[in-house]
Nanobody
Framework: QLQLVESGGGLVHPGGSLKLSCAAS????????IGWFRQAPGKEREGVSC????????KYSDSVQGRFTISRDNTEKTVYLQMNSLRPEDTAEYYC??????????????????WGQGTQVTVSS
């Protein structure tokens, strides 16, 4: 079973950038679809981006399309989320999650069964 650990969160000014990492252990990363999710206080968890197993195709939510980029390094067993042009509304706890399935719409959280502990991102001046 895959274990996931997120890192890279922090405090950044609006317009700034952060790169989150999701380090995997206990399995072969390229056999999993990996998603990034976030949850702001008082809000439901939402899918941000995902990268599918196999072809490594990606999907983004409308709110981050064009600003965030997901990538994976199977040698390092890590999936990254590069976040640019950050906005205050991006403030949230960010989680990565894994599923061994190939999923066409890989943003819904119910598709995933293995989760990391989260990393906090705060965008504020």
């Amino acid at each position: 079973q895959l274990q996931l650990v997120e890192s890279g969160g922090g405090l950044v000014h609006p317009g700034g950038s952060l790169k989150l990492s999701c380090a995997a252990s206990g399995g072969t990363l390229d056999r999993y679809t990996i998603g990034w999710f976030r949850q702001a206080p008082g809000k439901e968890r939402e899918g941000v981006s995902c990268i599918r197993r196999g072809a490594y195709t990606t999907k983004y939510s409308d709110s981050v399309q064009g600003r965030f980029t997901i990538s994976r390094d199977n040698t390092e067993k890590t999936v990254y989320l590069q976040m640019n042009s950050l906005r205050p509304e991006d403030t949230a706890e960010y989680y990565c999650a894994a599923t061994p399935d190939w999923i066409n719409n890989c943003l819904p959280q119910y598709e995933y069964d293995q989760w990391g502990q989260g990393t906090q991102v705060t965008v504020s001046s």
